[in-house]
C-alpha cells in the first residue's frame, strides 16, 4: 500500500510535532515543542512561516514552544478555551480558542475538536494553571483528504463514532505507552477507527516511551493497516 495522503505533506518533528504542508502550501505546526525537544531536528528548532498551529492540550511537550513561535510567526493558533485564555495572558493574539464537537475553518482546513482522554495542566512558573480538558481533531484538507490527530489519549470505544462520522483516511496516534496508549491499545484504536493508515508518535522520546512502529505493525496482524515509520526530520509525502 502507499501513501494516499493526495498532496498533504507530514513531517515528523519528533514526539508529537508535526508540520504539515497542505495542498495549497499552507503550513501546519502540531503541539509545538521544539528547542528542549530531544528528538527534534535543529534545523526546526526554530521554525519561521507557519500559517497555522494546532494545540491537542496543556502539557509542556505539546506546546512548549506556543508562544515563542506564535510571537515570531503571527500565525494563528487554535485549541481549546482555556488554553486560549491563558495564550491570550502571554500576548498571543491571533487565536481560535474553540470546544469538542466544534468544527471551524482555517488555512482553508476544516477542524473538528474531538474527545481525548488525558489531562491538561499548563505549567507555569512554579504553577499548574488548569488547561481545560485534552483533545484531538480531525482535520479535512480542501481536497477532501480526512486525518485524525488522537492527542495524548488511551483508547476509547467513542473512536467508533469518530470513524463512521468523519471516516479519516490516517491516524496519527500515539504509541509509546505510560502516559498515552500502547501499540496494543494504538492498534484497537487504529481498528475502532477504521483507518488504513497510522502515523505513530509519542514514542522513543525517553526510555519509558517503549512502544515502536514495528510493536504496533505486530499487534495489528493481518488487518489491512499501514504503519508509517518516520525519522525525526523526515517527511511522509
Ligand atoms: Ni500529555
Ligand atoms: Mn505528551
Partial sequence: ??????????????????????????????????????????????????????????????????????????????????????????????????????????????????HAFHSSGIVDGDRMIYGGEPAGYVVETENEFRFYIAGDTCVFGDMALIGELHNPLMAILPIGDHYTMGPREAAKAAHLLGVKMVLPCHWGTFDQLHGTPEKLRQALGTLPIEVFDLAPGETLE
Fill in 1 to 114: 500500500m502507499s501513501y494516499l495522503g493526495k498532496e498533504t505533506c507530514f513531517t515528523w518533528l519528533g514526539h508529537s510535532t508535526f508540520l504539515i504542508e497542505t495542498p495549497s502550501g499552507r503550513r501546519v505546526l502540531v503541539d509545538p515543542w521544539l528547542e528542549s525537544n530531544p528528538t527534534c531536528p535543529d534545523e526546526y528548532k526554530k521554525i519561521d512561516d507557519i500559517d497555522l498551529m494546532l494545540i491537542t492540550h496543556g502539557h509542556s511537550d505539546h506546546m512548549a514552544d506556543a508562544v515563542d513561535v506564535a510571537k515570531r510567526t503571527g500565525c494563528r493558533v487554535v485549541c481549546n478555551y482555556e488554553i486560549g485564555h491563558w495564550l491570550g495572558s502571554k500576548g498571543i493574539e491571533h487565536l481560535t480558542a474553540m470546544n469538542k464537537g466544534g468544527t471551524i475553518e482555517s488555512a482553508s482546513l476544516q477542524i473538528t475538536m474531538t
